[in-house]
């Protein structure tokens, strides 16, 4: 074993119903409850697990005095099994609402400082229509492209600048981005008229991930200004985690788009430091694949948002 087999040919031999009891398996514990909960009996379960091991070239499980203990590859293709399993659900879904004549579903995903242009214009679509499913994933521009290279995505609010392949996705400018600087209501500077950034560089900053957009705009601002970066930042991808962090410690600071910023002004989250940034940040983008056609409710996105019909955003 362990000669990874083509894609088609495990295409071919693949079936739903191996993909059923890997779940099974590691739902139950034990290849008796799996082969019960896929209705169908104990050495049946057992040829099928030599089938999928067959298929895929590599063992899946050891046999152990307890029982089966799924391997590395094991846990990697159950993972993907659930992942196929959710899939189908969401087609189900999608396919009796688009029966029924609602609305259909929308998975988008959006980095953090577009968010709260994405839920304005979200909201105004579920006025229009109210039947329809949206599935919202907010993370990095690095991994809304991968989710997004993977089918998971219809759209994706975020910068393809990261990406090594940037000729693969449609992009159409929604907004350039501006930034401010934000600390908890309490910080020692709060009060202040104007803040120079070496000022903070004494502070811990909150700050996004190494190489990140936003990470290496404030680099550059410290690089520019002569001064150190910050040493021990706390590192986070995370709006909620960011804001959670400058809640608890009065001192800490952030750097967030402008939107996120008045957004969490407006409910006393936060303040935004009176500070000038030098370096301008990139524009969001409306990304989509350009080697797939938009779904209905993707393109009545679009429309929302003001942007180019459908068959112009595939053919930019």
């Not at 209705?39 to 999928?52: D, R």
């Not at 029924?100 to 929308?106: E, K, S, V």
Request: glycine content about 4%; charged content about 20%; overall charge neutral.
């Amino acid at each position: 074993m362990n000669t990874l087999p083509p894609l088609a040919s495990i295409v071919s031999r693949l079936r739903l119903k191996h993909l059923q009891l890997l779940i099974a398996l590691d739902d139950c514990g034990t290849v008796l409850k799996a082969a019960e909960v896929v209705s169908i009996s104990q050495p049946g379960a057992t040829k099928a697990i030599q089938e999928m091991e067959s298929t895929l070239g590599t063992l899946l499980f050891l046999r152990t005095k307890r029982g089966l203990a799924p391997t590395d590859v094991g846990r990697c293709v159950i993972r993907y099994a659930r992942l196929i399993q959710t899939d189908l659900k969401h087609l189900r879904e999608e396919m009796a609402d688009i029966l029924q004549g609602h609305g259909g579903r929308l998975s988008i995903g959006v980095i953090m400082g577009a968010v709260p242009l994405l839920t304005e214009v979200l909201s105004a679509m579920l006025e229009k229509q109210a039947e329809l499913s949206i599935e919202l994933v907010e993370d990095t521009s690095e991994r809304l492209l991968k989710l997004l290279d993977q089918g998971r995505l219809d759209l994706a609010i975020c910068r393809t600048s990261i990406s090594q392949h940037p000729e693969l996705y449609n992009a159409q400018v929604i907004q350039d981005e501006t930034l401010a600087v934000v600390a908890n209501r309490r910080h020692p500077l709060a009060a202040t008229q104007t803040v120079q950034l070496s000022e903070l560089a004494r502070y811990r900053w909150v700050v996004y991930s190494a190489n990140m957009p936003m990470r290496l705009l404030l680099e550059r601002e410290f690089h520019d200004a002569g001064l150190q970066f910050p040493v021990n930042p706390v590192a986070t991808t995370s709006a909620f985690a960011t804001l959670s962090m400058l809640q608890k410690n009065p001192t800490m600071v952030a750097l967030v788009s402008t939107d996120v910023a008045e957004f969490c002004t407006s409910f006393g989250i936060v303040c935004i430091l009176p500070m000038q940034l030098k370096s301008q940040s990139e524009s969001y983008f409306l990304v989509s694949r350009r080697d797939r056609k938009l779904t209905p409710v993707a393109q009545l996105f679009t429309e929302e948002l003001g942007l180019a019909p459908a068959s112009d955003l595939q053919a930019l």
